[in-house]
């Protein structure tokens, strides 16, 4: 069992949405620390400063070096995937945020959105969550198919004060 400093040092990490896009951009695909920077396009000092936070807390994970285009050594990087079992604290602000980074700049049609107003009871909205819940985990936690196209799914619930 991790301990509580350990524990607080994932939250830390999983706290900024750069972070978390570079958890998704090494989910299906090592990358290299200049492949995440160009992808984010951010400066690989900065890049390597994240990528460090994940690999000392777990999230990331280093494979063997190669040899880039011009020779230098590269060091490609995967997520375990242990960030879908761990708890962070106040998450709704960042990863609404890493929700809003991924999606800028894509056109309405390459988003696909539902919205829908329910009445429930406690226990109907319980069981909606953990089915949902069920459901995402079941997909998230197959291995990654060759053939198969990277894609997101966000999820947010919330009671609705104003049609009370």
């Known amino acids: 069992m991790a301990s509580d400093e350990e524990l607080q040092a994932r939250a830390r990490a999983l706290s900024s949405p750069i972070r978390l896009r570079i958890l998704r951009l090494c989910l299906h695909k090592s990358r ?16 390597l400063h994240h990528v460090r936070t994940l690999l000392g807390t777990g999230f990331l994970e280093s494979e063997e070096p190669r040899r880039g285009k011009r020779g230098a050594k590269e060091v490609p990087y995967r997520s375990t995937r242990m960030s879908w079992g761990t708890k962070l604290p106040d998450a709704a602000p960042v990863l609404l945020e890493t929700f809003l980074q991924e999606i800028n700049g894509l056109a309405p049609d390459e988003i696909q959105v539902m919205r829908v107003g329910l009445k429930l009871t406690e226990a109907d909205q319980r069981e909606l969550l953990s089915r949902i819940k069920d459901v995402i985990s079941d997909y998230a936690l197959r291995p990654s198919d060759d053939e198969g196209v990277a894609t997101s799914l966000f999820v947010a619930h919330h009671l609705d004060q104003t049609a009370n």
Not at 32 to 47: M, Q, V, W, Y
């Open 32 to 47: 290299t620390n200049k492949e995440i920077a160009d992808l984010l396009e951010i400066n690989p000092a900065t890049s």
